[in-house]
């Protein structure tokens, strides 16, 4: 089991920049890939950001390229979501996400989840 923990949420005026981090604990050497997620009430779960945990390759959704940037500490387990330029768009419930299978980047292909952070973006 792996268990993930984000942390860094809040309220920020468009044009801010937040920090999500999402901390792994347990059986993390069984992770390949770690990614981000966010969902509005009412619509489905979107698609943020990932990174493979062995070869640093990135993945990115359309709407975030060029602000977000994602990226890891290995050594504590640790993924980040650096979010700049924030808009009222982007207001949602973040989740980080984990598993085994390279380069995911749909919802389905990820099996350990955290409980979300909301991010807030005020106009």
């Known amino acids: 089991q792996v268990q993930l923990v984000e942390s860094g949420g809040g309220l920020v005026q468009a044009g801010g920049s937040l920090r999500l981090s999402c901390a792994a604990s347990?059986?993390?050497?069984?992770?390949?890939?770690m990614g981000w997620f966010r969902q509005v009430p009412g619509k489905e779960r979107e698609f943020v950001a990932a990174i493979s945990w062995s070869d640093h390759s990135t993945y990115y959704a359309d709407s975030v390229k060029g602000r977000f940037t994602i990226s890891r500490d290995n050594a504590k387990n640790t993924v980040y979501l650096q979010m700049n330029n924030l808009t009222p768009e982007d207001t949602a419930e973040y989740y980080c996400a984990a598993d085994r299978t390279y380069g995911a980047t749909r919802d389905y292909q990820y099996h350990y989840w955290g409980h979300g952070t909301q991010v807030t973006v005020s106009s």
């Open positions: 347990g059986r993390t050497f069984s992770i390949l890939t």
